[in-house]
């Protein structure tokens, strides 16, 4: 948190140089999020590279209320959410690559894992953006509900509210599709 103060302050003060800290810190994990809101390697590079610009431009607005990467994530989310609304997101399926869904090398294993992920993504795809961004934002960038709320301008009411909704929605689903994870339509 400090060093993202020092870095915002350089940059602020005319380093340039010093927003290369920030997007290296920040690219991975943003880059991660946004891909499993666009389904689309492609697309996720491109806003990834679009909400860095935009936090730069931005950076002199940061109030430091709260936490750096809450307010870049909220920035970048944003921008995200305005470029669905312009452009309507198709969802695209992404391949899960071998080397993620692997722990061990059996083909059995290598293909239920797959499968497992190719119907989470699914189950995930069918949720509305605002809903489909707090699961993400949740288990998959781990964050929590007060970062979340943070971060999209919400109440911490309305995040766990959402959240539990489209646990719901994803329970409902896998009681009328069935598959990998019958966990869900449990109550768990």
Not at 47 to 63: D, R, S, T
Not at 87 to 97: D, I, P
Request: aromatic share 10%; glycine share 4%; with cysteine.
């Amino acid at each position: 948190m400090e060093e993202d103060l020092q870095w915002i302050e350089e940059v602020l003060a005319g380093n340039k140089q010093a927003y290369a800290h920030i997007i290296n810190k920040y690219k991975n994990p943003l880059y991660a999020t946004i891909l499993r809101m666009t389904k689309n390697p492609q697309d996720a590079q491109d806003l990834v590279q679009e909400a860095f610009i935009k936090v730069y431009h931005q950076l002199g607005k940061y109030e430091q209320k709260g936490s750096f990467s809450s307010w870049l994530y909220r920035v970048a989310i944003n921008h995200c959410m305005d470029e669905f609304r312009k452009k309507r997101y198709s969802m695209k399926q992404v391949e899960v690559s071998e080397t993620t869904a692997i722990t061990t090398n059996h083909p059995e294993i290598v293909f239920l894992k797959k499968e497992k992920n190719r119907q989470l993504e699914r189950l995930i795809a069918t949720l509305p953006e605002d809903e489909r961004m707090i699961i993400l934002l949740r288990y998959v960038n781990e964050l929590s509900y007060s970062e979340i709320s943070e971060m999209v301008d919400l109440s911490l009411a309305n995040v766990r509210n959402k959240l539990f909704r489209a646990k719901k929605k994803m329970r409902e689903q896998v009681k009328k599709e069935g598959g990998y994870f019958h966990e869900l339509s449990n109550g768990r």
